[in-house]
């Protein structure tokens, strides 16, 4: 098991930018492929992106490809998420995932908002 934590979320005007933060604590963080997915009110939750157990390979979500950035920090046990050209309908709570693969996450930190104002 790993223990997640979010921080980073807020309120930002559109076309703004936020750097959201994903502390693991508990067994090996680098054994950990490591994710974000978003909920917006009333959706389903959706896979933004992922990375790798060393950081060679990731993934995106078509809607958020050349705007945001997955990046880890194993010697920190830490997963950022940069988030640039920030647009209204990212406005969702955004949840930090760990897990064997890239379609296998079973560990999920509580959530943090970010809120993109029009």
């Known amino acids: 098991q790993v223990q997640l934590v979010e921080s980073g979320g807020g309120l930002v005007q559109a076309g703004g930018s936020l750097r959201l933060s994903c502390a693991a604590s508990?067994?090996?963080?680098?054994?950990?492929?490591m994710g974000w997915f978003r909920q917006a009110p009333g959706k389903e939750r959706k896979h933004v992106a992922s990375i790798s157990r060393i950081g060679g390979s990731t993934y995106y979500t078509d809607s958020v490809k050349g705007r945001f950035t997955i990046s880890r920090d194993n010697a920190k046990n830490t997963v950022y998420l940069q988030m640039n050209s920030l647009k209204p309908e990212d406005t969702a709570v955004y949840f930090c995932a760990a897990g064997g693969g890239f379609t296998s996450f079973d560990n999920w930190g509580q959530g943090t908002q970010v809120t993109v104002s029009s």
């Open positions: 508990g067994r090996t963080f680098s054994s950990y492929v």
